[in-house]
C-alpha cells in the first residue's frame, strides 16, 4: 500500500518502520514539528511536508498518528472532499472512531502496545485492533495489518474502550503494584531481583492456566491470620494498607463469594 | 548433606527433589498421612516413618515443611535434647524463627516462588532466603543452598515478612487485576489472549528497567480526561470502580507528588 503519515512520535514512529520493512511504501510525513518530519521521512524512505496541504491523496491510506489531543485539530484541517477516496484512520486507544465521520472511508487502528522511544518494538507479536464501520475498509485494512502481526482483531468502538481499561488494570496497575513492592523492599534494604522470579513465574503461567485458576496467597486460602498480620505490618504506610485491604477483599470477593450466592439461592 | 522432611506437601515435595537431584541424601520421611510420607520416600529414595518418634538424629538436617497452622504443633512433638546436634528448620515465608528458638540449631530456609501441584519447579531461578542468628549454621545452610539455587539471600525474620508482602502485592494482585481484566474483557465477548503481549512486555522490561522508569498510562501522564472516561465507563462495576480510583491516585500520588513536597520544604 501506498501510504502518508501524520505525526513524527513514538507510534508514527514505530509503526511507519513496521510499515516499511513489511513492504509498503511510505509516500508523506506531515508533523507540526517540520525537523522532526523530516528525520522521521529520512528514515523512512518518504518525503517530509511543512504544510498539511502538502499531502497527496494519491495514496491508499492516511494515518493520523498523533496525541489524542490533537487528533480532532488534525481532523479540522482535512477537506473531507479531498481524502474521500483515501482510507483516513488514527491509531488512538481512547478515542472514538465517531471524530473521523466526516471521512468517507474511516477506520481506528490501534496497536495494542505500549510504546517506548528508542525502543524497536517486534510488531509481528502486538495485536492490532481495527475498527470500521465499512467492510471493504475492513477488509483493506486486514491485508495490511496481517502482513505486520500475526495477532490482528476487528473490534467495535466499544470494545476498544473495554480493551483500554483492561489494559490499565493489567497492565499499569501492575506495574505500579511493582514500584510499591519495590519501595518496601528498598526500605528494608532488599533488591527487587528477590521478587522478579516469582513474577515472571506468574506471567508464563498464563500461557496455560487461566489467571482465576493460577491466583494464590492468603486472600485466595482465606488466610486471615496471614493478612491481618501484614496489615500490621502496614499500619504505618495508610496508602499501601488502603490498596491491601482492597485488593485482598477484592480477591476474597472474586473467589468466595459465587458458592455463597449460590447456596442462598437454594 | 544427610536429611529428613516432615511433611509431604507441595513444599516438602518440591524442595526434596531439587535437594536429591543436587546430591544430598533423604534418610527419613514423616507426615501426618502415612501413605503420603510412603509415596514421597518413594521418589526420594528415602524411608517414611508413621511415628515422628521414628525420625532418627543421625543427620545434618531436618527440614519441617508443613503448613503455617502446624508448625508450632511439629516443634512440640520435638525433645530439644534430641535434636541438639542437628539443624532444625522451617519453609514458611510468615512464620518467625523464634518458633523454633528451643533448638540449639535453628533456622529458616524459604524457597521464595509459588508452587503449583505436578510443576516441577526450576530450582536454580528460585530465590532462597535464609534466616539464622547462628553464623555455623548459616554457613552450613549457604552451602547447600547454592547446590539448589544461583540466588541466595541472608535475611532478618522481619526481612522475610517485609519479602512476603512484596510478594503478595507484586504477585497475589498483579494476577488478581489479571482476573478483573479477564472478567472485563469477557463481558464483552473479547479475548484475554488481547492482553498477554502487553503483559509480557512490561515484566520483560523489567530486566533492563526500574519499574518507576518504565510506568505507562493515564495515571503517570496526568490524563485526566482518560481517567474520567474510564470511571464513568466503570460506574455500574462499584468493585472495579474502587480499585480503579485508588490504584490511579496512587500512581499520580507517587509520581507526582515528591517534587511537590520538595517545593514546599524550601
Known amino acids: 500500500m501506498n501510504i502518508s503519515i501524520i505525526g513524527a512520535g513514538n507510534m508514527a514512529n514505530q509503526l511507519g518502520l513496521a510499515l516499511l520493512q513489511s513492504g509498503h511504501k511510505i509516500d ?18 518518504g518525503q517530509a511536508v511543512s504544510d498539511i496541504k502538502g499531502l497527496s491523496p494519491k495514496i491508499d ?35 472514538s472512531s465517531a471524530v473521523l465521520e466526516g471521512f468517507s472511508l474511516n477506520a481506528v487502528f490501534y496497536p495494542f502496545q505500549s510504546m517506548t522511544a528508542g525502543q524497536e518494538l517486534e510488531f509481528r507479536s502486538v495485536p492490532l485492533l481495527l475498527t470500521s464501520k465499512n467492510e471493504t475498509v475492513l477488509t483493506k485494512l486486514k491485508q495490511v495489518a496481517v502482513t505486520l502481526s500475526d495477532l490482528v482483531y476487528e473490534i467495535s468502538d466499544d470494545q476498544r474502550k473495554v480493551v483500554h481499561i483492561a489494559g490499565v488494570l493489567a497492565n499499569n496497575f501492575s506495574n505500579h503494584l511493582f514500584v510499591l513492592a519495590n519501595d518496601l523492599l528498598e526500605q528494608h534494604e532488599l533488591s527487587f531481583d528477590i521478587l522478579k522470579p516469582l513474577i515472571r513465574h ?8 487461566d489467571p482465576l485458576a493460577s491466583q494464590t496467597g492468603p486472600g485466595v486460602r482465606g488466610d486471615a491470620k496471614v493478612i491481618i498480620d501484614h496489615l500490621k505490618q502496614l499500619d504505618q504506610v495508610p496508602e499501601l494498607y488502603e490498596i491491601y485491604a482492597i485488593m485482598t477483599k477484592s480477591i476474597m470477593d472474586r473467589h468466595f463469594s459465587t458458592p455463597l450466592k449460590v447456596q442462598k439461592e437454594k
Do not use: C, F
Not at 491510506?61 to 477516496?85: F, G, N
Open 28 to 45: 508523506k510525513i506531515y508533523n507540526r514539528t517540520y525537523l522532526s518530519a523530516k528525520t522521521l521521512a529520512e528514515v523512512l524512505n
Open 202 to 209: 506468574t506471567v508464563e503461567k498464563l500461557d496455560t492456566m
Open 61 to 95: 491510506i492516511l494515518i493520523i498518528a498523533v496525541s489524542d489531543e490533537a487528533i480532532s485539530e488534525i481532523v479540522a484541517q482535512l477537506s473531507k472532499k479531498k481524502w474521500e477516496d483515501v482510507i483516513v484512520m488514527h491509531t488512538s486507544g481512547s478515542i
